[in-house]
């Protein structure tokens, strides 16, 4: 009986894209592939007649079935990258994004004390708060999730990054313990009941509930600026991430609840993604 002869990096990527298909299919396959063998995608350039063992094809071939059934490959590697971070993800949680690190960016610019204090909403990874405690040693950052298992994902990822986060388990601001802050940041629920995008890619996967946000999306974004300036520090920040085309009515809520300064800023596709405010509380009069 004759063994079956072994397969190449090459020849496993190469059957991989074509039926994985989509944006990025290659760039999909030498992830599962680097995950499966341990060798960096580099690797499989220089020497793209590397034959791979048979135990890690089967292993390849597993995840790749999962990517063609639409699978997140985030999901399928249990990890994605943030702010440089690696993040352990879970579908109970979404996948960061690449257009939230413009949040990340937007709050460092913010007028903030050396030792401030720090809320990040419906936390889920732990990513947008990481990214902030890894950026700023002295800020005291906290953060919240509503589902026990974010809670535990994301205070896993602080204990691997040896970052310090306190993250409590409350759907907003309902179980967090009597504080106010300098900054609260959330990249809350945003996408319309019924949005066609919600059949579509990686988005399938992910939990509804990190997702959409009543028939316009803004349901969670109306408590979320609502109650917020009880949780604030007179000339405390609120920051938010929302739709690309949810920049003026989000704007619109800040100054019907009292912020000043209120602006929106755009990702990084030139798209109103991110509105911010200041409470001015004591200061305003």
């Given at each position: 009986?004759?063994?079956?002869?072994?397969?190449?990096?090459?020849?496993?990527?190469?059957?991989?894209?074509?039926?994985?298909?989509?944006a990025s299919p290659r760039l999909d396959a030498e992830l599962l592939l680097s995950h499966v063998t341990g060798l960096s995608r580099t690797r499989f350039r220089a020497w793209p007649e590397q034959p791979v063992p048979a135990d890690q094809v089967e292993a390849f071939e597993r995840l790749v079935a999962g990517r063609v059934a639409g699978q997140p490959v985030a999901y399928l590697l249990g990890h994605q990258e943030f702010w440089s971070l690696p993040l352990k993800?879970?579908?109970?949680?979404?996948i960061p994004r690449p257009d939230t690190e413009c949040l990340v960016e937007v709050a460092l610019?913010?007028?903030?004390?050396?030792?401030?204090?720090?809320?990040?909403?419906?936390?889920?990874?732990?990513?947008?708060?990481?990214?902030?405690?890894?950026?700023?040693?002295?800020?005291?950052?906290?953060?919240?999730d509503r589902i026990a298992e974010a809670v535990a994902l994301a205070r896993c990822n602080a204990e691997a990054l040896g970052l310090p986060l306190q993250v409590w388990q409350s759907r907003w601001f309902d179980g967090?313990?009597?504080?106010?802050?300098?900054?609260?940041?959330s990249n809350p629920p945003?996408?319309?009941?019924?949005?066609?995008?919600?059949?579509?890619?990686?988005?399938?996967?992910?939990?509804?509930?990190a997702l959409v946000s009543g028939p316009d999306g803004l349901n969670d974004?109306?408590?979320?600026?609502?109650?917020?300036?009880?949780?604030?520090?007179?000339g405390g920040w609120l920051l938010v991430e929302h739709g690309y085309d949810q920049g003026a009515p989000v704007r619109a809520l800040f100054q019907a609840r009292g912020f000043a300064r209120v602006e929106s800023r755009q990702d990084y596709g030139a798209r109103e993604r991110l509105t911010l405010g200041c409470w001015p509380g004591a200061e305003k009069d």
């Open positions: 009986m004759t063994s079956k002869p072994s397969r190449t990096c090459e020849q496993l990527i190469r059957d991989a894209v074509a039926r994985i298909g989509g993800v879970s579908p109970a949680t979404l610019t913010l007028p903030l004390a050396e030792q401030a204090r720090v809320l990040d909403l419906g936390t889920g990874t732990g990513a947008i708060a990481l990214a902030l405690a890894s950026e700023r040693p002295g800020w005291r950052v906290g953060a919240c967090l313990p009597p504080a106010r802050f300098d900054l609260i940041v945003y996408i319309k009941e019924g949005d066609r995008h919600l059949g579509e890619g990686d988005v399938r996967f992910e939990p509804p509930s974004l109306r408590e979320i600026v609502q109650r917020a300036p009880d949780w604030l520090v007179p």
